[in-house]
């Protein structure tokens, strides 16, 4: 093992959980190209009525661009119709590899809600004995083994000094504890979804290729030579052309050549230390340690044994001139770019909100100024924050165990509007499937995401078919300047799309239905068939929502992939919800902890301690969080 490979476990953590080619940057850029500006300020809006941040207010749609602007109806009559595709899903119950279900989750049609994760605090001024509480849950593809290892470590600085003690959970090859608790903070993350790369257009030399206008003049590409090896075949080697702001992209739809600038490229970010929560004893200093760090950007939720709480961002941000990152943009003339990082005295802090409650879930957390300085990345619509602020709000006192029912919450406040719309679509339908449709969703339905739920399961597939009959119209004259545009890549589509469905504008509906209600009965149609295909409209959710938490070999090893896997379970909760489950996708810990108070704190994680299959620790955590037991957040008494 040697130091550049604790860097790459970095890398890959960075690429897990941000967006390494600027895939949600050029599908904006593709949309304010073909699209008028106010078409695509509201298809691509800055937040929906689903907003739940601790700083500022809801941002919601824009309103929809009238035919004057977009006659989209108009403009497509007698012309080719748009392709519908079906929401891209797995069969239900069909085991896959791993490798591919890592892909088809990327790609898959829930591409709104990425790996993600939820955390909040609570003041102690909101706690029976003053106390603060910290609560997170980090969402990712659950491998066997888990992606953590719980360590409890104690040192001291010498023979006459108290010892330093630090628990939580670590990430193999990273010398660090990630999340945890050092007995006078506790800290937790989140993915922020801030927009920490940006697209420069480059602008070629007309009379050499070769070379690109930079702010110093024209430049030649650098090219490194690299050779991927190829197991029973011959390797292969690939030019790569780098700027100086990056790796060079492929060609846009407009044949324009692009570099990508990101904070993982950036070895002196890469290089910064972080050990330095170890020591930490107060927010502040605590916010220092992790202000700048080389690592990928986080929300950062604190709290110490004060019982205050207290936010910032884990990691560097650039300090963008003469623009805002949101679309792609040429730096050539200098009057656009990356000048340096933020200072610590710069970064967004929030420290004992007035309401003495802190929590974020992947979507918009602040506004104004700090938002400007975070920028947008592709925040999440926000139902996971709208819920858990709901859940902070409904009570004035917490214990640890209301902190774990939250982190367990599967409440289908997402689709229920959705449901509503369905039912009452399908009052006056006559044909017998139809039929049968409203009474299964009209009956099997609990408000919650329940696995045995058909009626959650049918109006989940009924929001995709609509979303997609739309969509595929919506966006045909994007899709057909770019090929690979994929308007999937905006997480908070939700709002546009309910807003349509809403207010019902006809000059943006597909000649190929003569009103709205025809598009969204179309859509139940749609349902009724899809699921007769996948097993039939009385099939529950958790047909749709299998969960698979496999080890990398056990899609090699067929005959011993039930001793390698966890078993298959049905589990309560989707991506909508706080206790999420979507396949092999799930929290990949739970953390209760108030600092100084580890022995009464509560921590779960799937799989087990150890990754070997013959030991008795290979999954003997695995009940306790399938269950949501609150299980100890310290070891107990050594044993072995």
Not at 288 to 301: I, K, R, S, Y
Request: charged share 25%; hydrophobic share 35%.
């Amino acid at each position: 093992w040697l130091v550049e490979d604790s860097v790459l476990v970095v890398l890959s953590m960075f690429i897990t959980l941000q967006d390494p080619d600027g895939s949600y940057e050029a599908t904006l850029g593709t949309m304010h190209d073909v699209l008028p500006e106010a078409m695509a300020n509201f298809l691509a809006p800055m937040g929906t009525e689903w907003d739940s941040p601790i700083v500022g207010t809801v941002h919601g749609v824009p309103p929809i661009p009238g035919p004057d602007v977009y006659d989209l109806r108009s403009r497509r009559a007698g012309k080719r119709p748009p392709h519908h595709p079906q929401p891209r899903q797995a069969p239900p119950n069909t085991p896959r590899p791993i490798e591919q279900e890592a892909r088809n989750w990327e790609l898959g049609a829930d591409r709104d809600e990425s790996i993600g994760s939820n955390n909040w605090a609570i003041s102690g001024r909101l706690t029976n004995d003053g106390r603060a509480l910290l609560a997170n849950d980090m969402h990712l593809t659950v491998r066997v083994p888990n992606t953590w290892y719980r360590a409890s470590l104690e040192w001291q600085d010498g023979a006459n000094t108290p010892p330093h003690r630090l628990i939580g959970v670590t990430l193999p090859g990273v010398p660090a504890v990630v999340v945890g608790s050092n007995t006078h903070v506790a800290w937790g993350f989140t993915n922020s979804q801030g927009d920490w790369s940006d697209i420069v257009l480059l602008e070629i030399d007309p009379s050499d290729s070769n070379r690109y206008r930079t702010p110093d003049g024209w430049r030649p590409f650098d090219r490194y030579e690299e050779t991927i090896d190829i197991s029973g075949d011959e390797p292969r080697k690939e030019s790569v052309r780098w700027t100086i702001w990056g790796p060079v992209l492929p060609p846009d739809h407009k044949g324009r050549f692009r570099a990508c600038r990101w904070i993982a490229h950036d070895t002196d970010r890469l290089s910064g230390s972080i050990t330095g929560l170890e020591s930490a004893q107060t927010l502040e200093e605590a916010f220092d340690a992790v202000n700048g760090l080389g690592t990928p950007g986080q929300n950062f939720v604190v709290a110490d044994d004060k019982g205050r709480i207290g936010w910032t961002i884990y990691g560097s941000i650039a300090r963008r001139v003469g623009f805002d990152g949101r679309i792609p943009t040429s730096w050539a003339d200098g009057t656009r770019g990356w000048s340096g990082w933020l200072n610590r005295d710069e970064y967004p802090r929030v420290v004992d909100p007035e309401s003495g409650r802190i929590w974020t879930a992947n979507a918009r957390v602040v506004d104004g100024d700090m938002l400007a300085r975070i920028g947008d990345g592709n925040y999440e619509v926000g139902s996971r924050a709208s819920i858990i602020r709901e859940r902070l709000e409904s009570q004035d006192r917490f214990t640890a165990a209301d902190l774990l029912n939250i982190q367990l919450d599967t409440s289908a406040e997402f689709l229920t509007r959705w449901r509503t719309l369905l039912l009452e679509e399908l009052k006056m339908v006559t044909d017998q499937p139809r039929i049968r449709l409203r009474e299964i969703v009209e009956r099997d339905w609990d408000g919650k995401a329940s696995p045995g739920s058909a009626g959650y399961r049918l109006t989940r597939m009924f929001r995709e078919q609509v979303t997609e009959s739309i969509i595929s119209f919506l966006l045909i004259e994007c899709n057909e300047a770019d090929p690979t545009f994929d308007y999937r890549n905006v997480r908070r589509r939700e709002g546009p799309i309910w807003k349509l469905v809403s207010e019902r504008p006809m000059h943006l509906l597909d000649p190929e239905y003569e009103s709205w209600d025809a598009l969204i009965l179309q859509a139940a149609t749609d349902v009724v068939v899809r699921a007769e295909r996948e097993g039939g409209l009385e099939e529950p959710w958790s047909t749709w929502n299998v969960t698979q938490y496999r080890h990398p070999l056990s899609a090699s090893l067929p005959l011993v992939d039930r001793w390698l896997d966890m078993p298959r379970q049905t589990l309560p909760g989707d991506l909508y919800t706080p206790n999420m489950h979507w396949n092999s996708n799930a929290s990949s810990e739970r953390m209760i902890v108030s600092p100084g108070h580890e022995s009464e704190g509560i921590m779960h994680m799937p799989t087990g301690q150890s990754g070997h299959p013959l030991s008795p620790f290979y999954s003997n955590s695995h009940p306790a969080w399938v269950n949501g037991e609150a299980t100890p957040f310290l070891p107990g008494p050594t044993v072995y």
